[in-house]
C-alpha cells in the first residue's frame, strides 16, 4: 500500500512537506515544490487516511446518531437528514438502531467513544438518563433530538424538540372542535418523555375543555418490545380493534405516532368502521405515508428537516468549540395538519359500523 513516505521519496521533499498539502497548508510553498508533490500524489494514485489524519489531531469528523429503529419511517426520514445535514459540515453519521433498550444505547456509546466518536445523537427521549451518564466523559457531547431538556443538564449538551405538550393540545383541540367527547388515545408503553408530553398534552386539553377522561380509552401496548417502534402499526391495529370493541367505543382517536394511526386506521376498516364518518384519526410526526394513505391523515407535523439542521449545526459547534454563537436547547412549535381522516362525530345516536357494507 502506498503510504505518504514513498510520496515524499518520489517528489523528493520530505514528509511534513507531503502533510502539508494534503491538509491545504501550502499557501507560502514554492509552486514548482506544490507541482512536484501533487504529482507525485497522481502517480502513485495516493489516498490519504483520512482517519489516522484525525486521530492525530484528536478529531474525528464522525457523529453517531443513536436512534430507537429506522424500521419507522420517522426516524428513517430523520437519520437521512441528519446525515445530510452532516456531510455538509464535512461529517460522517454512524447510525445505530437501539430499539429504546437502555444497556444497548449504553453499549453503543461505550462503542462509539471507543471509535474516537466524541458527538453523538440521542434519539430516544429516554425519561431518564442515569443509564448513560457513567458512560460519557468530559470530552464527549451528547444531543437529544426529540426532547425537551434545560441547561445546566449533566448529560445532555444540546438539544432540539417540539413542544410535544402542544402537539398533544393542537390534535386534541381539533378533535373537540368536530364535537368529539369520547377520544382514544393509543400508544406503546409510555416510556418516554415525547410521548408522557403527548399524553399528558391531551389530558390537559381535554380537561380544559370540561370533558372527562374515560380511562378505558387510553390503550398503551404492554411490554411491547422497543416500545413498539418495529411494529408500530400492527400495535396500532390491536389497539383501535380492542376500543372499538368496548361497549361504548370512541368516535375518535388519538395515536402517539403516525404509524400507530396507521395501523388504527387498518384496525378499524377490518371491523366495518368507515373513516372519518364512524371513526375520526389523527397521528404525530407528519411521516410521508401520512400524505399518502387513504384517507390522508390528520396528523401534527414535526419539522424534521429544520429538526435535523439545528441539533446537527448546535452538536458541531460545541465540539469545535463555538458553541457560543447558539443557543444549544431549542423547542420548536409543532403544526397541526388537517387532512381527509377527521371530521364530525355521526352524532349521538348512532348505529354500530360494523354492520355498515363498505
Known amino acids: 500500500m502506498v503510504g505518504i513516505k514513498d510520496v515524499a521519496a518520489r517528489a523528493g521533499?520530505?514528509?511534513?512537506?507531503?502533510?502539508n498539502v494534503i491538509n491545504g497548508r501550502h499557501a507560502k510553498m514554492r509552486a514548482e515544490t506544490l507541482q512536484r508533490v501533487q504529482a507525485a500524489i497522481a502517480e502513485l494514485n495516493y489516498t490519504p487516511n483520512a482517519v489516522a489524519r484525525q486521530l492525530q489531531s484528536g478529531h474525528i469528523k464522525t457523529l453517531g446518531l443513536v436512534v430507537p429503529s429506522v424500521a419507522n419511517p420517522f426516524w428513517g426520514n430523520v437519520s437521512q437528514l441528519i446525515e445530510k445535514e452532516a456531510q455538509q459540515r464535512g461529517y460522517q453519521v454512524m447510525i445505530c438502531n437501539a430499539e429504546r433498550d437502555p444497556k444497548l444505547e449504553a453499549d453503543y456509546l461505550k462503542s462509539l467513544y471507543g471509535s474516537s466518536i466524541r458527538g453523538v445523537i440521542l434519539g430516544s427521549s429516554p425519561l431518564s438518563l442515569s443509564h448513560l451518564s457513567e458512560h460519557i466523559s468530559k470530552d464527549m457531547r451528547i444531543a437529544a433530538f426529540d426532547r425537551k431538556t434545560r441547561a445546566g443538564n449533566d448529560v445532555i449538551s444540546c438539544s432540539v424538540s417540539v413542544d410535544q405538550d402542544l402537539g398533544a393540545r393542537l390534535a386534541t383541540r381539533h378533535l373537540i372542535?368536530?364535537?368529539?367527547?369520547?377520544?382514544?388515545?393509543?400508544?406503546?408503553?409510555i416510556g418516554t418523555a415525547s410521548r408522557t408530553g403527548r399524553l399528558a398534552g391531551m389530558r390537559a386539553e381535554m380537561e380544559r375543555s370540561g370533558i372527562e377522561i374515560d380511562e378505558s380509552l387510553i390503550w398503551l401496548a404492554p411490554d411491547a418490545a422497543g416500545f413498539g417502534d418495529s411494529h408500530a402499526a400492527e400495535l396500532g391495529r390491536i389497539g383501535i380493534r380492542e376500543l372499538l370493541t368496548l361497549d361504548d367505543p370512541p368516535t375518535a382517536v388519538f395515536s402517539v405516532n403516525d404509524m400507530y394511526a396507521i395501523g388504527a386506521l387498518s384496525g378499524?376498516?377490518?371491523?366495518?368502521?368507515?373513516?372519518?364518518?364512524?371513526?375520526?384519526?389523527?397521528?404525530?410526526?407528519?411521516?410521508?405515508?401520512a400524505k399518502v394513505m387513504h384517507p390522508p391523515l390528520t396528523t401534527i407535523r414535526q419539522p424534521a428537516d429544520l429538526m435535523a439542521e439545528l441539533v446537527v449545526s448546535r452538536l458541531i459547534d460545541q465540539l469545535e468549540g463555538t458553541d457560543e454563537i447558539a443557543e444549544p436547547h431549542v423547542v420548536l412549535r409543532p403544526d397541526l395538519v388537517v387532512r381527509s381522516s377527521t371530521t364530525a362525530p355521526a352524532g349521538a345516536i348512532r348505529s354500530h359500523p360494523r354492520f355498515h357494507t363498505q
Do not use: K
Open 13 to 19: 521533499v520530505s514528509v511534513s512537506t507531503v502533510s
Open 268 to 289: 378499524a376498516r377490518e371491523l366495518g368502521y368507515r373513516v372519518p364518518e364512524d371513526l375520526s384519526v389523527v397521528g404525530f410526526d407528519d411521516i410521508y405515508l
Open 177 to 189: 372542535g368536530l364535537g368529539h367527547t369520547r377520544i382514544g388515545f393509543i400508544s406503546g408503553p
